[in-house]
């Protein structure tokens, strides 16, 4: 425990260096906007992993742009959307084989 507490002593005093070195350059500004704008990306990537597309070429567009980002953990959400858009685009679709079988 006391290694712990000694370890997460180090670990603020180099925040706190870094920190200051950070304001000494004029990086402070720069540094919250990188933060904000990672933020920023972070969000609409998970939006879009959850918006249903209407057409196929949504759905081949959508699987396309995952498959760029292959290692980010929004692309784990976005398969399961597509798959679910085109299910629902088949079932309403009236050229359906599904609905001609029956």
Known sequence: MAHDCADRAGSEEAQAKAQEKHERAGLTALLRDVDRAHTAWWR????????????????????????????????????????????????????SPIMKAA
Do not use: F, I, N
């Not at 249903?52 to 498959?67: I, N, V």
């Not at 760029?68 to 079932?91: H, I, R, S, Y």
């Open 44 to 95: 609409a990537a998970l939006h879009m992993a959850r918006t249903k597309p209407c057409t196929s070429a949504g759905a081949r567009a959508m699987l396309t742009e995952t498959l760029k980002d292959v290692q980010m953990a929004w692309c784990e959400t976005a398969p399961g959307t597509v798959v679910q858009a085109l299910a629902a685009m088949e079932a309403a679709s009236p050229r």
